[in-house]
């Protein structure tokens, strides 16, 4: 791949770098083919636990490459735009956490691919903006809707509205990241909460995340049926009894995923 770099850092955790930093990893349709190759293959890998998605250098993603699109035809804007669409979806079918480490500026489509993360932690040098309104239009690959679930309705319209950055200390304070840490030490960070994920049974980290991914958008009755209909499912696992075995022989579990 070209753009974008695939390690295995630990087993069952993958990395996933944006690696175009002499263009502060803007998304050319390159990229967005090889990133939708990717999500689509990690989503298969029945063995992953968790994925950290970052930049390479000191830029997260500058967002669309603009460079690319000057003089574009509408039609091969929108075919671009089909492209990155399918992108955004696969990211967010991944059925185990993804992690953002957000190492830089996150702009526009580099925004809304930190806002298709499940969550996340950025260095004290990162920096967010949904700017697309100086340019004519709006994100289009989940930017308003997912930003709305993530900091609320009334901030998300002024971001988008205005186009501001917001820096990685009221992204902090928004709860759009859940920590800000120096930037040598983003990396090992975002490792670690991934380890930590990692870690538990995998069935019930997967059900966690269906949980609250499809029981957002359900009136609360409904919510809370997908929810039992987790649990149900999940105390007749082999990962529950050994869950439980494991916390009475004051050993660590064994999780097999079954």
């Given at each position: 791949m070209d753009t974008v770099r695939l390690e295995t850092p630990r087993p069952g955790i993958a990395l996933v770098t944006l690696a175009r930093p002499d263009a502060a990893n803007a998304m050319n349709t390159r990229m967005g083919e090889e990133l939708l190759a990717v999500?689509?293959?990690l989503a298969a890998d029945q063995s992953l636990r968790a994925v950290v998605l970052t930049g390479e250098g000191k830029a997260f993603c500058a967002g669309a490459d603009l460079k690319e699109r000057d003089g574009m035809s509408d039609e091969v804007w929108a075919a671009q735009h089909k492209i990155f669409r399918a992108m955004i979806k696969a990211?967010?079918?991944?059925?185990?956490?993804?992690?953002?480490?957000?190492?830089g500026a996150a702009m526009g489509g580099g925004g809304e691919?930190?806002?298709?993360?499940?969550?996340?932690?950025?260095?004290?040098?990162?920096?967010?903006?949904?700017?697309?309104?100086?340019?004519?239009?709006i994100p289009g690959i989940g930017g308003p809707n997912l930003l709305a679930r993530a900091i609320g309705p009334r901030l998300a319209l002024e971001?988008?509205?205005?186009?501001?950055?917001?820096?990685?200390?009221?992204a902090l304070a928004c709860g759009l990241v859940s920590a800000v840490h120096p930037s040598e030490a983003l990396l090992a960070a975002a490792l670690d909460l991934a380890d930590q994920v990692a870690a538990n049974a995998p069935l019930a980290v997967k059900a966690a995340k269906r949980s609250i991914r499809d029981g957002a958008v359900l009136p609360l009755d409904e919510a809370m049926a997908l929810e039992l209909a987790e649990y149900d499912r999940l105390f007749v696992t082999d990962d529950r009894r050994e869950g439980v075995a494991a916390f009475n022989e004051k050993r660590p579990p064994r999780f097999s995923g079954r």
């Open positions: 999500w689509n293959g990211q967010l079918a991944i059925p185990c956490p993804v992690i953002c480490a957000v190492n691919m930190v806002l298709a993360c499940d969550f996340g932690i950025a260095s004290d040098a990162a920096r967010f903006a949904w700017p697309e309104v100086k340019r004519g239009f971001l988008l509205t205005t186009g501001r950055t917001m820096s990685a200390q009221e």
